[in-house]
């Protein structure tokens, strides 16, 4: 099997970066290029400038699955990522670039209902407590499993991988048959604290404000919007003041569209005082804080999921 334009791929590394285009590219960026992609070093390795360059749009774990619609004969593939939607974008999902060898094609015999990777990093094995084959794998995975657990190990079908890799099975959850609760999601956002702050960024080694939304809901199943003005809109407004921890914090300047979100982690007290985490692009780092003055300033509501 080949991939092919007009037909869906599935991500085959632990984490694939989507670029605006194979061109937008820099010298720093190659560790994240690979047909085995190394996003620890890639995120150690750029300034605090280059983690906010706007070439990186987003990025796709796993076994995510992409609709391929164009193919260049340099190894590029332009992809649909139709897991996280991006409706003023392209209805289908989020657009952008991702290298040929970091896709595969779906294979129809590792379909099933998935489990979803409950450790904030983990890594697979060629065999239970075997040798590592795939590092950097990270919380909201989805993989089928290719057989019953043994011995506390869980063999999964993986993209790009013949045989059946393995994680320890206490790693792994089933999916959600309704919906979370807020502090369930709220748990998992605050496991990624002090993650560092990387433009488009959406895994436990580097991630941005509404990256941080999408995976903690992602994590339960959920399938927020990628970008924060998408996710306000697919969410549901609150009076402010109702808000509860869970919740939502979205922000914009005047005349400005929604630039920033939160998760609210503390009813409002006395005088209105707020607190949220938050993946902070002035701090460079995911952080729970009290609302300052100039956030309190752009503060333009609440919403629900």
């Known amino acids: 099997m080949e991939l092919q334009p007009g037909r869906e791929a599935v991500v085959r590394v632990a984490v694939a970066t989507l670029w605006t285009s194979?061109?937008?590219?820099?010298?720093?960026?190659?560790?994240?290029?690979?047909?085995?992609?190394?996003?620890?070093?890639?995120?150690?390795?750029?300034?605090?400038?280059?983690?906010?360059?706007?070439c990186v749009l987003s990025q796709l774990l796993l076994g995510e699955r992409v609709l391929v619609t164009e193919l260049r004969p340099d190894g590029w593939a332009r992809v649909v990522a139709v897991e996280q939607p991006a409706a003023k974008l392209d209805p289908r999902g989020y657009p952008g670039w991702l290298p040929t060898d970091q896709l595969a094609p779906v294979d129809?015999?590792?379909?099933?209902?998935?489990?979803?990777?409950?450790?904030?990093?983990?890594?697979?094995?060629?065999?239970?407590?075997?040798?590592?084959?795939?590092?950097?794998?990270?919380?909201?995975?989805?993989?089928?499993?290719?057989?019953?657990?043994?011995?506390?190990?869980?063999?999964?079908?993986?993209?790009?991988?013949?045989?059946?890799?393995?994680?320890?099975?206490?790693?792994?959850?089933?999916?959600?048959?309704?919906p979370p609760s807020a502090e369930e999601v709220l748990a998992v956002a605050q496991r990624l604290l002090d993650v560092v702050y990387v433009w488009g960024g959406?895994?436990?080694?580097?991630?941005?404000?509404?990256?941080?939304?999408?995976?903690?809901w992602r994590r339960f199943g959920v399938m927020?919007?990628?970008?924060?003005?998408?996710?306000?809109?697919?969410?549901?407004?609150?009076p402010l003041g109702a808000e509860r921890p869970g919740d939502l914090y979205f922000f914009a300047r005047p005349g400005g569209k929604i630039h920033h979100i939160g998760?609210?982690?503390?009813?409002?007290?006395?005088?209105?005082?707020?607190r949220m985490l938050h993946a902070c692009y002035r701090h460079r780092r995911v952080l729970e804080e009290p609302l300052p003055a100039e956030r309190t300033a752009t503060l333009v509501g609440a919403h629900r999921v």
């Not at 040798?131 to 790009?160: D, F, K, Q, S, Y």
């Not at 959406?202 to 903690?216: E, F, K, P, R, T």
């Not at 998760?263 to 707020?274: E, K, L, N, S, Y």
């Open 22 to 54: 194979p061109e937008a590219v820099r010298q720093v960026d190659r560790p994240a290029l690979t047909a085995q992609t190394d996003i620890p070093a890639w995120v150690s390795g750029m300034d605090t400038e280059e983690q906010v360059g706007d």
């Open 108 to 178: 129809p015999a590792s379909a099933g209902d998935p489990l979803v990777v409950d450790a904030t990093v983990t890594e697979l094995r060629a065999a239970p407590a075997g040798p590592v084959v795939l590092p950097g794998v990270v919380i909201g995975t989805r993989l089928v499993p290719a057989g019953p657990a043994e011995a506390g190990w869980r063999p999964l079908h993986v993209p790009g991988h013949a045989a059946p890799l393995w994680l320890p099975d206490d790693e792994l959850a089933s999916a959600p048959t309704g």
């Open 202 to 216: 959406l895994s436990a080694y580097g991630i941005d404000c509404s990256g941080l939304v999408h995976l903690a």
């Open 224 to 238: 927020l919007p990628r970008d924060a003005d998408d996710q306000a809109v697919a969410t549901t407004p609150l």
């Open 263 to 274: 998760i609210v982690t503390a009813t409002p007290g006395d005088h209105d005082h707020r």
